[in-house]
């Protein structure tokens, strides 16, 4: 059994906190792209944990997490997100934790590249989080990159890296007149946090293939959502890969396996973080106490999210995209103080109304068409049964169900674990 959970929206649909739920039912949790730049919150009996690299069902005693070939990881960053959750009393050992020999490494000059350029782009700049993502998947792609299985043999992978630093120095000194890098420095800090790592790098892939074939049941975790996918979102305000349900049998290392489940995170409001197009974006007082009541900033940077109401076109796309057959409604509770509650229904460019989403360069043109339903004014964060919703609160899920053409099977009304209705 292989179930993909990702993002329908922007982001920050509450991924992290579905997987430490659903993941109660399965063997193996697997992140498969991305890197630090993901910020998935997790509240539960053991506490509360923001996790960057280390996939949601670390928090589980019982289920073996890996991280995939699609990823970029940054080994200073993993050894102390590491750390962080050791010292709060989670096990993590080899036999919980697998990372995968081809997973690309995040190094510290492509942060510094990623900082460099954000800074030249001032004013236009994307939005980046600023931990050498972009960099990294360029260097992939590039046929730069180093990879953790390299970490087994450093003296090979001196050699590569003095090849790769002269390369990069071309651009971070030659171009932006940043600090020259040092090849030792980069093998230090490499040999350093390697050492750390060795025991939990191996063959993912071979693993996951012997797993899935004697019927283990594999979740894998998305970072981000449909719209920021490297191809199908809002390009060039996107993540650098495939955040996309379609590719996580890839970036796990097990094409030869097909989903057989997508699930779906989406939000009963919208947010998006940094920049780009964002046609249901509120303003003012409005987005101020959306913010407030979703408790909208970034859990990787702090940064206020933006914020608007649910957004029926990009939605659907997204539930496209994703391959979705059932989708987890998440923050339903957040809207509890509403009078009324408005939906995008369709946009708008010169008088004419459309419900697909155009081509994210067109964005900018088009208006939401706004449709308002009417509120519950009723805490539900206590609701643990369809039954117990309020009546308006049924309808605005239906009237989203209808619109989206979506099948809703979970309905989340808190960041607890428990916190949520099936359907
Ligand atoms: P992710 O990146 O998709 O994993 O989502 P984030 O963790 O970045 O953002 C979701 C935020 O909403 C986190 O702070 C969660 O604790 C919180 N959260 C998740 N589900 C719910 C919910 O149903 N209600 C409320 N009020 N908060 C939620
Ligand atoms: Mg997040």
Request: charged share 30%; hydrophobic share 35%; proline share 4%.
């Amino acid at each position: 059994m292989l179930t993909a959970i990702s993002g329908i929206n922007w982001g920050d649909e509450g991924k992290g906190r579905m997987v430490d739920l659903l993941s109660s039912d399965y063997d193996i949790v697997c992140r498969y792209q991305g890197g630090n730049n993901a910020g998935h919150t997790v509240i539960n009996e053991r506490g509360k944990f923001i996790l960057n690299l280390l996939p949601s069902g670390i928090l589980r005693e019982d289920v073996v997490n890996v991280m995939g070939n699609g990823m970029v990881i940054d080994v200073k960053h993993l050894v102390e997100e590491m750390g962080r959750l050791t010292d709060a009393g989670i096990k993590i050992t080899p036999e919980n934790l697998k990372i995968s020999d081809k997973a690309a490494i995040c190094m510290p000059y492509h942060v510094e590249r990623d900082c460099l350029e954000e800074a030249r782009l001032s004013d236009k700049k994307f939005g980046s989080t600023r931990r050498g993502i972009a960099p990294s998947y360029g260097d992939k792609y590039m046929k730069k990159s180093l990879r953790m299985g390299e970490l087994f043999d450093m003296d090979a992978l001196k050699e590569r890296l003095a090849d790769i630093v002269e390369w990069e120095n071309l651009t971070v000194a030659g171009v932006y007149g940043g600090e020259p890098i040092s090849v030792n420095a980069m093998a230090e800090h490499l040999k350093k946090y390697g050492e750390i790592l060795k025991p939990f790098i191996c063959d993912v892939s071979l693993y996951l293939d012997r797993e899935a074939k004697k019927g283990k049941k594999i979740m894998f975790e998305a970072q981000l959502g449909a719209l920021r996918d490297i191809d199908f979102g809002i390009y060039p305000y996107t993540s650098s890969s495939n955040s996309i349900a379609a590719y996580a049998p890839i970036g796990a290392g097990i094409p030869n396996h097909k989903l057989d489940l997508s699930i779906g995170i989406m939000k009963a409001y919208s947010t998006c973080v940094g920049e780009g197009p964002f046609t249901v974006e509120y303003f003012g007082e409005k987005a101020e106490t959306l913010r407030k009541a979703g408790g909208e900033y970034g859990a990787a940077t702090g940064r206020p999210r933006r914020v608007g109401p649910f957004d029926a076109v990009a939605s659907k796309y997204g539930i496209r995209m994703q391959g979705a057959d059932e989708i987890a409604l998440t923050k339903l509770d957040v809207l509890s103080d509403m009078d009324e509650i408005e939906v995008c229904v369709a946009y708008e460019k010169d008088g004419k109304q459309t419900t697909d989403f155009p081509f994210p360069q067109h964005l900018n043109d088009y208006k939401p068409v706004l449709k308002t339903l009417k509120g519950w004014k009723k805490d539900i964060s206590g609701c643990r049964k369809k039954e117990d919703l309020p009546k308006e609160a049924l309808d605005y899920i239906a009237f989203i169900e209808k619109i989206t053409e979506a099948k809703i099977k979970y309905v989340s009304v808190g960041a607890e674990r428990e916190a949520y209705i099936v359907f």
